[in-house]
């Protein structure tokens, strides 16, 4: 079992920038690899980002050059920062550990980008 809590989100006008957590508790001794997913409303849940253990890192094309994901193993956090946010960034971001057998997610958090 993983347990994840998320913090950050909220209001931004669009080209500002925020930061989002995501803390990881559990076993996360198993954890492959950690990220975000995103779901605007009316659409699909997102791929947003991804990091693994090793710190190697995957982007979907949306956000290439506009988030950077981190990792703090000390803390077991994990971190989206999100530069020059659009108005379709607007989404519940979900943050993500994937275990050889099982997907977590946290709650959610809210970002809403007004133009």
């Known amino acids: 079992q993983v347990q994840l809590v998320e913090s950050g989100g909220g209001l931004v006008q669009a080209g500002g920038s925020l930061r989002l957590s995501c803390a990881a508790s559990?076993?996360?001794?198993?954890?492959?690899?950690m990220g975000w997913y995103r779901q605007a409303p009316g659409k699909q849940r997102e791929f947003v980002v991804y990091i693994t253990s090793d710190d190697s890192t995957n982007y979907a094309d949306s956000v290439k050059g506009r988030f950077t994901i981190s990792r703090d193993n000390a803390k077991n956090t994990v971190s989206l920062q999100m530069n020059s946010l659009r108005p379709e960034d607007t989404a519940v971001y979900y943050c993500?550990?994937?275990?050889?057998?099982?997907?977590?997610w946290g709650q959610g958090t809210q970002v809403t980008v007004s133009s």
């Open positions: 559990g076993s996360i001794f198993s954890i492959i690899h």
């Open positions: 993500n550990a994937r275990l050889p057998s099982n997907n977590y």
